[in-house]
C-alpha cells in the first residue's frame, strides 16, 4: 500500500484513523466492525484506513506496534493520539472527541496568528469577524476578537468578554485580555503617577498602531522602571501578549529573555 500518499498526506487534509491488525488476531475482529461503523458515522469528518501486519511488517516496525489491535490518529502528517486494545463503541467515540482535531479551531487559529503581523492585522481581524457570522458560540473565537478590539475600541471589546459565560481555565484566557484593556485605557492622570509613564504612553500608542514589537519593548522598560505599578500591570500585560503569540512567535523570541531578565 502507499501508506505515504493514502495516510501521511491524506491527513494533511482530513483525519486519518489507521487500524494496525492482523487475520489470526481475536481481539482485532472484535475491534474491525466497530471502528468500521464509527467511520460511516463520521460521514468524512475523518477516513479509516486498515493495515494487516503482516502484509506490511516495515510499517508496523516502523510506527513501533508490536501488540494489536493498535489504532493510530493521523493528522497533518504525524501521530496525534493512539490506543491498544478492543475497545468498546462507547469509549471509542469518547477517544475521538477527545482527540480528533477541530478544524474550526485551526482556522480561528491561523487568523489570530496573523494579528501580531503588522502588515497583516486588519486582514486578520476582518476574517475572525467572518467567522462570527457562523461561530459566535465559540469562547476561543471570541476572545480573539476581544483582542482584536483592544487595539481600538477596548470598551467594546470588555464588554464582549462581559457576556461570555467561562469555566476556570476560560476565566485565566479571560483576564489576561482584561489585563491589556486596562493597559489600553490608562488614562493620563494614572500615567502621571508612574515613574514609567513615558514607556508606558508609547506602549499604549504602539498598540492602537499594532506595532506589538513595540509594544513589547517599551512594556519591558516599563518593568525595569516601575514593576509594582497598578498592581504590576506591565509585567501582566507583556505576559498575556506573551501567551498570546506561543513560544514559537518572532516576538517572543526576541523578547522573552531580555523580559525575564527584567524581573530580577
Known amino acids: 500500500m502507499d ?20 487475520e489470526w488476531c481475536g481481539p ?7 471502528v468500521e461503523e464509527l467511520a460511516s458515522e463520521a460521514k468524512g469528518k475523518w477516513e479509516l484506513m486498515k ?13 513501533g506496534i508490536y501488540s494489536i489491535p493498535n489504532v493510530k490518529l493521523f493528522h497533518n502528517g504525524e501521530v496525534i493520539a493512539e490506543f491498544r486494545g478492543a475497545l468498546p463503541k462507547p469509549s471509542i467515540q469518547k477517544w475521538l472527541d477527545e482527540h480528533l482535531p477541530d478544524p474550526i479551531a485551526d482556522l480561528i487559529q ?10 497583516n492585522f486588519q486582514e486578520a481581524k476582518a476574517r475572525l469577524f467572518e467567522l462570527e457570522s457562523s461561530h459566535a458560540e465559540r469562547h476561543d473565537l471570541q476572545l480573539w476578537l476581544a483582542f482584536s478590539e483592544v487595539t481600538n475600541a477596548p470598551s467594546s471589546a470588555s ?25 489600553a485605557e490608562l488614562s493620563g492622570e494614572k ?9 508606558l504612553s508609547q506602549a499604549r500608542q504602539a498598540i492602537g498602531e499594532y506595532d506589538f514589537d513595540t509594544v513589547l519593548e517599551q512594556l519591558i522598560q516599563a518593568v525595569i522602571i516601575d514593576k509594582g505599578f497598578e498592581k504590576e500591570l ?15 512567535n518572532p516576538l517572543t523570541k526576541k523578547h522573552r529573555r531580555i523580559f525575564d531578565m527584567a524581573l530580577y
Not at 491524506?10 to 483525519?15: A, C, F, I, Q
Not at 503482516?54 to 508496523?60: D, H, I, T
Not at 491561523?110 to 502588515?119: I, P, V, Y
Not at 506591565?234 to 514559537?248: H, I
Request: with cysteine; proline share 5%; hydrophobic share 40%.
Open 3 to 22: 501508506f505515504q500518499q493514502t495516510v501521511i498526506e491524506r491527513s494533511r487534509e482530513v483525519p486519518v484513523l489507521v487500524d494496525f491488525w492482523a
Open 28 to 34: 482485532c475482529k472484535v475491534l474491525g466492525p466497530v
Open 51 to 63: 493495515v494487516n501486519t503482516e502484509e506490511e511488517q516495515g510499517l508496523a516496525k516502523a510506527y
Open 110 to 119: 491561523n487568523q489570530a496568528s496573523s494579528l501580531f503581523d503588522q502588515g
Open 159 to 183: 464588554s464582549r468578554l462581559d457576556s461570555l459565560a467561562v469555566n476556570a481555565k476560560q476565566l485565566h484566557q479571560t483576564q489576561s485580555i482584561r489585563d491589556l484593556i486596562e493597559l
Open 191 to 199: 500615567l502621571a503617577q508612574s515613574k514609567a509613564a513615558a514607556p
Open 234 to 248: 506591565p509585567r501582566r500585560a507583556a505576559v498575556t501578549l506573551f501567551q498570546l503569540m506561543g513560544p514559537e
